[in-house]
């Protein structure tokens, strides 16, 4: 079973940063790519930043240049670098794993943290 625990979601002011942590533990087959979703209420859930096994990212547009993922694969810890927050970042921000196991593609999930940005 494989596990995803996200942590350093928070309250922050505009223009402020935050750096999310995302631990992935388990009996993990490999790891096809890794990356963050956020969903904010009323609104589906949509990918912020992804990374695959080879290191190629991609960002959604809203958070080029702002957002940084980067993963620690000795680690298997999967980190978001927040800057120049704004208040339309707010929402709860999901770790993402898809596993390939057994030539299937397995999506796994973390319980989501909250990152609220507010004067």
């Known amino acids: 079973q494989v596990q995803l625990v996200e942590s350093g979601g928070g309250l922050v002011q505009p223009g402020g940063s935050l750096r999310l942590s995302c631990a992935a533990s388990g009996s993990i087959f490999s790891i096809n790519s890794m990356g963050w979703y956020r969903q904010a209420p009323g609104n589906q859930r949509d990918l912020v930043a992804g990374i695959r096994s080879g290191g190629r990212t991609n960002y959604a547009d809203s958070v080029k240049g702002r957002f940084t993922i980067s993963r620690d694969n000795a680690k298997n810890t999967l980190y978001l670098q927040m800057n120049s927050l704004k208040p339309e970042d707010t929402a709860v921000y999901y770790c993402?794993?898809?596993?390939?196991?057994?030539?299937?593609?397995?999506?796994?999930w973390g319980q989501g943290t909250q990152v609220t940005v507010s004067s």
């Open positions: 993402n794993l898809d596993e390939l196991r057994y030539g299937s593609l397995v999506r796994h």
